[in-house]
C-alpha cells in the first residue's frame, strides 16, 4: 500500500498510524492542511474491509474537512480520523480512551468529534485522556451533536438557492423532495415544514418515513422513487454518490440542496447537472452548519471561562446563506459549475499551492 502516489493523497501535512494491543485499537489520523488552524474533523469508526479502504477513506475526508473549513470561514484546518472496526462490537471504554492517547501524540494538530460509529458520549470517553476533543461541552444546547445546525444551515443554505433560482424568499408551497429522515433531514422536513413548504419524503426506515408522515403531514415515496418526484427542489440527506449518471437523468427539479457528503458521484456530475439547468449547492458549503457549531464548543471548552454562546453560533451560520449567494453569481457570470467555484474559493482561502500558483500566473 503506497501512500504518497496513492490517488486520494493531496500533499497532505500528516499520516499517522497507531495500534494499541491491550484495547485492540487500530487507527489512522490524516491531517490534510493546518494553514488556517488545527486540523478538525470527525472519527470515524467503521468495520473496514482492509486497511487500503479505511486509509483512503480519512484521506478523502480530511481533505473534505479543510475546504468545508475553509468556505465556512473557520480558522480551522483540515483533518479526520478513523477506527478501524464494528462500533456494535468492538467499542470499549479501554479502546476509546487509547485512541485519547493516539490524539494527544499529535500534540493538538489535530481535534476529534463524533462522526459515523461514534457518539457525543464516547466523546466523553475520550476527553478523559485528551483534550484534543469536541463537541463535549455543556453550554450547548443539544449536547454536543451537531445535527439541529447542520439541519439549520442546509435550510439558510436552500432559502439562498431558492431566492437565486426563483428571485423569492418566501418557501411557501415550495414543493421539496427529500431523501433521508435522519438526524438532520427530519430536523431539515420540521423546519420547511413551519416555512409553508410542501415535503416528499423517502427513508430506508419505516418509522422514520412514518414520523415524517404523522408528525410533519408529508407524502410519503417509495425509496427508489424519490429521484422521479415533481417538484421545484430535491433534498439529499441520505448518503453520498446520490447525484450520478441515472440518477440525474430522472430528477424534475429546479435545484439541489442538501445535507448528505460527497453527493457527486464524479467531478463531472456538476456538469451535467449545470447542463440541465439544475442549480446545485455544493455540499460542503451548505453542510457546515456542524462543524461551525462544533468548531464554537471548541473555543468554549479552550478558552479560559469561555462559553458557547448560541446567538453567536446562529449568527456564522447565518452566513452560509451569503458564502452560497457568491458561489451562485461568480458560476453564473464565469458559466462555471457552482462545485467548481466553491473549490476555487475554498482553496484561495487555505491557499492550495496550486490555486495560488494559477491565480498568479494569470494576473
Ligand atoms: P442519519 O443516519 O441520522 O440519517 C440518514 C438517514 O438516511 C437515515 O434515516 C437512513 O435510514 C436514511 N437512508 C440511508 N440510506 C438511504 C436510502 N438509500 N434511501 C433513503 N434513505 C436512506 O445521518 P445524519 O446525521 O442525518 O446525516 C445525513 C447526511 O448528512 C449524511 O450524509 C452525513 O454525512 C451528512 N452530514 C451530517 C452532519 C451532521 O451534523 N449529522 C453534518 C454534515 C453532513
Known sequence: MSIFSHPAYDKHE???????????LKAIIAVHNTNLGPSLGGCRMWPYADDGEALNDVLRLSRG????????GLKLGGGKSVIIGDPRKDKSPELLRAMGDFLNTLGGRYITAEDSGTSVEDMRVISERSRYVSGVVEGSEHGGDPSPSTAYGVFVGLRAAV?????????AGLKVSLQGVGNVGFRLARLLKDAGAELFVTDIFQDNIDRAVNELGATA?????????????????????????NTIARLKVGAIAGAANNQLAEARHAEVLRGKGILYAPDYVINAGGIID?????????????CYDPAEVKAHIDRIGST????????????????????????????????????????
Open 14 to 24: 500528516q499520516v499517522a498510524f497507531y495500534q494499541d494491543a491491550k484495547s485492540g
Open 65 to 72: 474537512m479543510t475546504y468545508k473549513s475553509a468556505m465556512a
Open 163 to 171: 431566492e437565486h433560482r426563483w428571485g423569492k424568499t418566501d418557501l
Open 221 to 245: 415515496v417509495a425509496a427508489d422513487e424519490i429521484f422521479d418526484v415533481e417538484a421545484d427542489l430535491f433534498a439529499p440527506c441520505a448518503m453520498g454518490a446520490i447525484l450520478n449518471d
Open 294 to 306: 462544533v468548531y464554537y464548543q471548541q473555543q468554549g471548552a479552550r478558552d479560559a471561562g469561555g
Open 324 to 363: 452560497l449567494r457568491e458561489v451562485f453569481e461568480r458560476a453564473e457570470a464565469s458559466g462555471e459549475t457552482t462545485a467548481h467555484v466553491a473549490d476555487r474559493v475554498a482553496e484561495e482561502r487555505f491557499g492550495h499551492e496550486d490555486t495560488l500558483k494559477a491565480n498568479s500566473a494569470a494576473a
